[in-house]
């Protein structure tokens, strides 16, 4: 069933409402469909296409170009009908807009297969290009059919979806408690030149080439990324794969 856009007495945008509620029910496992829309990939190989779809699983693209819809049912895909819309990437690639990339490989955030599930969907009155649609995004997000982010929306017919993820606060964070953290101790590079000390206060202290107190600060930890603010006012990072720490070309292991 098609499932055209109506304004509610409220001045809102009622827009493929049924396949929200689909959407948010999905574990992940079902496909979806946005069809019959004009997309503009910013890939160099894809290009623009018209009357097209764009199919994602979860996180990931599978899929861009016509004639996908023909299979939706095959799939059990929950299909988008995305008639006198625009797709366009929600996460641009400036340099590549202007022409800074030399190679497709160098090309970031493209609606091409294989890559995140970051979309906007606006009408095609409002999608002169790309970057008229995400100033319609920044300008007026009442207008926006959807924002959908790693496979799930974010803002659909102009309001934020339920549930959505919510933006860090700004500021710098009050220092976590880190008793007990596995990740707590004195790391140390394969070549005994760097040793970082992180503390469960949340206060790191590095020797350099034996020089003691060489960089002093404050540390977070979210997942595998830690982010460093040293007292002397500059911030680094460093990421944990597995039982080593990656930070500024060092490798390093604790204890």
């Not at 049924?18 to 069809?35: C, H, K, Q, T």
């Not at 890939?43 to 018209?50: F, K, S, T, Y």
């Not at 929600?90 to 955030?109: K, M, P």
């Not at 007026?140 to 959807?146: G, H, L, T």
Request: proline fraction near 6%.
């Amino acid at each position: 069933m098609t499932i055209t856009d109506s304004c509610t007495d409220t001045g809102t945008v009622s827009w493929n409402a049924e396949a929200l509620d689909e959407i948010l029910s999905n574990d992940g496992g079902r496909p979806v469909l946005f069809a019959n829309a004009r997309i503009l990939t910013t890939d160099p190989l894809i290009g623009a296409l018209v009357g097209a779809d764009i199919l994602f699983v979860g996180p990931l693209i599978v899929g861009v170009g016509p004639g996908i819809v023909t299979a939706a049912g095959d799939d059990n895909a929950i299909v988008v009908d995305a008639t006198g819309m625009t797709v366009v990437p929600a996460v641009l690639d400036t340099i590549a807009l202007t022409g800074g990339r030399s190679t497709r490989s160098e090309y970031v955030a493209t609606l091409a297969p294989g890559n995140t599930t970051d979309f906007l969907v606006v009408p095609d009155e409002l999608a002169d290009d790309v970057p008229v649609a995400v100033a319609t995004l920044l300008s007026r997000p009442e207008q926006v059919r959807a924002l959908v982010a790693a496979g799930r929306p974010v803002l659909w017919a102009g309001t934020a979806v339920p549930g959505r993820p919510t933006a860090p606060e700004t500021g710098i964070p009050a220092a976590a408690d880190l008793t007990g953290s596995p990740r707590v101790g004195v790391w140390t590079d394969r070549n005994d030149f760097l040793h970082q000390e992180l503390s469960a206060d949340g206060r790191y202290d590095e020797t350099r080439g034996g020089r003691p107190h060489a960089y002093q600060g404050r540390y977070w930890i979210d997942g595998d990324r830690i982010d460093y603010l040293d007292d002397l006012g500059f911030w680094a990072y460093g990421e944990f794969h597995g039982a080593e720490l990656h930070h500024a070309g060092y490798v390093m292991k604790l204890g």
